[in-house]
């Protein structure tokens, strides 16, 4: 039974560049957690998505970062013209019965 | 607003002895979360406390919820090495996003 999966792991952007970080939930989970985790710091909640719909984005930074889980496929989250600030690690979690399982994350780094 | 604050952030012990770290939240919540986080690496969950007065072990490590005084507590007892990692604890208010605390530095000392 695979876990939560992400990829790419390590990802290096220069400044203006994109961002796609890719999740896959595990297995038979429909709802989808994106979590940013500056260096030093806990884990902040960007936004929830379960197939084709967003249910909460409060904690998305309202330009340059979208999200989207469709039908078919991983969830991606997209961060356009990526500045220095969004360096950072960012983990996605399906949700089971009583917890959020949470994928190895993606380090992203902006130079 | 809704906070979860953790104490201290950085602990240093030594092997054999016990601590605890403290989790306050701001309001009701429906479920406390304990998580451990190594490095570079990933989250592992470590304890779901779904109720007052809930306790739950494994190995060296303990976690309660008091929901009346919105506390958990992560006890450790006779540490050992390789506990040291970073301890986060976490709730969800009502919704199903997490709001974590600011993480608690373990070191453990030989």
């Known amino acids: 039974n695979a876990g939560v999966m992400q990829n790419p792991r390590h990802l290096v952007r220069r400044r203006g560049q994109e961002a796609r970080l890719r999740c896959s939930p595990m297995k038979g989970h429909s709802h989808v957690y994106w979590y940013r985790q500056l260096p030093e710091e806990g884990l902040k909640f960007m936004v929830y998505?379960?197939?084709?719909?967003?249910?909460?984005e409060s904690g998305m930074p309202k330009e340059r970062f979208s999200a989207e889980f469709p039908k078919e496929g991983p969830s991606i989250l997209r961060i356009q013209q990526v500045v220095r600030g969004d360096s950072a690690a960012y983990f996605c979690a399906s949700q089971g019965a009583y917890e959020q399982y949470f994928g190895p994350g993606t380090r992203l780094t902006v130079t | 607003e809704l906070k979860v604050e953790q104490n201290p952030l950085f602990l240093s012990m030594q092997e054999g002895k016990n601590y605890t770290i403290y989790c306050n939240y701001s309001t009701t919540s429906d479920r406390l979360y304990w998580y451990r986080q190594d490095p570079g690496k990933s989250l592992e969950s470590l304890f779901v406390l779904l109720s007052n007065g809930a306790v739950k072990q494994e190995g060296r490590l303990m976690a309660s919820l008091d929901t009346k005084a919105r506390l958990s507590t992560l006890h450790i007892t006779a540490a050992v090495h390789d506990l040291s990692a970073t301890y986060f604890c976490?709730?969800?208010?009502?919704?199903?996003?997490?709001?974590f605390g600011t993480g608690t530095r373990l070191t453990i000392i030989p």
């Open positions: 976490a709730a969800n208010f009502g919704n199903e996003k997490l709001t």
């Open positions: 998505l379960q197939k084709e719909n967003i249910i909460d």
